[in-house]
């Protein structure tokens, strides 16, 4: 499975952003999708994950009514949609599949969200 995500870049405080993730590979057995992020000198966080099946999510509470997770089954992409982005939203935002059954984990390369004040 490789991830290559997109959408990042720099913008004002209370502005929106939309990441992409694109998909390629066998996605058999992948059964979880998640956004993460990693701000400097902390550990990598979640953001947002969504199972795959039912389309269940589950949220930070950081981001919560702020950022959505979705994906676009046809085209093989995951979304994280941000709204009211706030300087503390600054990190690089990593997409992530995996298939927990099978013990499998995948990453993105990451794409980075600047937020400013």
């Known amino acids: 499975v490789q991830l290559v995500e997109s959408g990042g870049g720099l913008v004002q405080a209370g502005g929106s952003l939309r990441l992409s993730c694109a998909a390629s590979?066998?996605?058999?057995?992948?059964?979880?999708l998640g956004w993460y992020r990693q701000a400097p000198g902390k550990q990598r966080e979640l953001v947002a994950t969504?199972?795959?099946?039912?389309?269940?999510?589950n949220y930070a509470d950081s981001v919560k009514d702020r950022f959505t997770i979705s994906r676009d089954n046809a085209k093989n992409t995951l979304y994280l949609q941000m709204n009211s982005l706030k300087p503390e939203d600054t990190a690089v935002y990593y997409c992530?599949?995996?298939?927990?059954?099978?013990?499998?984990?995948?990453w993105g390369q990451g794409t980075q969200v600047t937020v400013s004040s």
């Open positions: 992530n599949a995996a298939a927990t059954f099978q013990n499998r984990l995948y």
């Open positions: 590979g066998s996605m058999f057995g992948i059964n979880v």
């Open positions: 969504m199972i795959s099946g039912g389309g269940r999510t």
